[in-house]
């Protein structure tokens, strides 16, 4: 079973590219092929090479303007031979060398699996985020789950599933796109799983210090909804949505931000519409995380 590693970049963080390239290539019986995206840049030099005698390689593909994250993975998921791609942020990097080869085991051996969402951890001070634990019950971080969506720089996914349902919306630019992906991986039956065995390093950093943040998050809420579910749960789920982001934000300027990103939600094309079962919807409420919150 052949393993891809896609990292997106945008030229900034050469070190920090370095350092995550040359994670994925010293991984033990890995023979990793590493595609690096440079999204509306070009792909810094790197010093990071296979090891002599080693099957791994490295490639590299440009898109000539900042396309998102959705279009850039779908592209490095299009340029690579993987049977199983792993998603790997540029400023990220994997705790240890006998990652790929745990990966590698649990895809031969579960055929119906698609995703493993990696547990995320803080280099420094060794703490996990609960945004990064991805169920409702964060809980204990070091114990594993089943789970209803997973972390995008921070798993595997089965290539053949990915594929099978589509990709990552390449309409959301950012944020939501993961669990879209999902979603629709659950309606054809397969699992995804957070592993709390497979350990990504990465700097704690927040979400919000993206510009667009709060406008993206509501617009690709609305737009998950309207594209993935049966009109009643849409209703519920965008209407919970409304009552937590009015309970959890204090600032004038991101509530205001976010209540446009939810007009241009509605109002705005949202892609494809395949809404999901009423089966799959009880499904996710069994595991935890019905699809109205």
Known sequence: MKISCVILTMGNRVAELNRAVES???????????????????????????????????????????????????????????????????????????????????FAAEPDLAVISFRVMDPDGGS??????????????????????????????????????????????YAHEETDLAWRLLGEGYRIEYDAQTVMYHPLVLPSRHADFYRLNARNRVWLARRNLPWPLAALYLGNWIVLTLLRERSAPSLKAWFRGFREGLREPAGERRPMSWRTAWRMLRLGRPPIV
């Not at 594993?144 to 053949?160: D, H, M, N, Q, W």
């Open 24 to 106: 994925a290539l010293t991984q033990t019986d890995g023979d990793v092929e590493v595609v690096i995206v440079g999204n509306g840049a070009d792909v810094p030099e790197i010093a990071a090479r296979p090891r002599p005698g080693s099957g791994a390689a490295v490639k590299t593909v440009r898109i000539g303007h900042n396309a998102g994250i959705p279009m850039g993975r779908n592209r490095g998921v299009q340029e690579c031979s993987g049977d199983v791609v792993l998603f790997l942020d540029d400023d990220g990097w994997y705790a240890d060398d006998k990652l790929v080869a745990h990966v590698r085991e649990r």
């Open 128 to 173: 996990v985020q609960r945004r990064h634990v991805p169920r409702l019950r964060a809980g204990d971080p070091e114990r594993s789950s089943p789970v209803t969506t997973f972390l995008g720089g921070a798993c595997a996914i089965r290539r053949s599933a990915y594929l099978q349902v589509g990709g990552l919306p390449e309409r959301f630019f």
